[in-house]
Nanobody
């Protein structure tokens, strides 16, 4: 069965950086489109970005474009989210999900991990 385990969240000051990781198992990772999504209390799930098999094609939400980068290491079955220039509005629980952009939100909501909290505050 699909298992996704996120890590790397924490407290960071505005303008700072973090790298989130997502360890994947239970499916053929290298053949799978993967996404990062995030959620804040009282708000719905927000799509952050996606990366497709092979890693050459990546898409991002306008709110994070130019600041966040998604990468993958297929040899390690691991997905990454590199976050730079963090803002208070980036505060959320971040999830990786086994889904392409086209299946958001339902397909991503049902295929995500347990999440990791990112808090941006001074």
């Amino acid at each position: 069965q699909v298992q996704l385990v996120e890590s790397g969240g924490g407290l960071v000051q505005p303008g700072g950086s973090l790298r989130l990781s997502c360890a994947a198992s239970g499916f053929t990772f290298k053949n799978s489109a993967m996404s990062w999504v995030r959620q804040t209390p009282g708000k719905g799930l927000e799509w952050v970005g996606s990366i497709y098999a092979g890693g050459d094609i990546r898409t991002y939400a306008d709110s994070v474009k130019g600041r966040f980068t998604i990468s993958r290491d297929d040899a390690k079955n691991t997905l990454y989210l590199h976050m730079n220039g963090l803002k208070a509005e980036d505060t959320a629980v971040y999830y990786c999900a086994k889904c392409p952009r086209s299946l958001f939100p339902t397909g991503c909501e049902t295929s995500r991990g347990q999440g990791t909290q990112v808090t941006v505050s001074s």
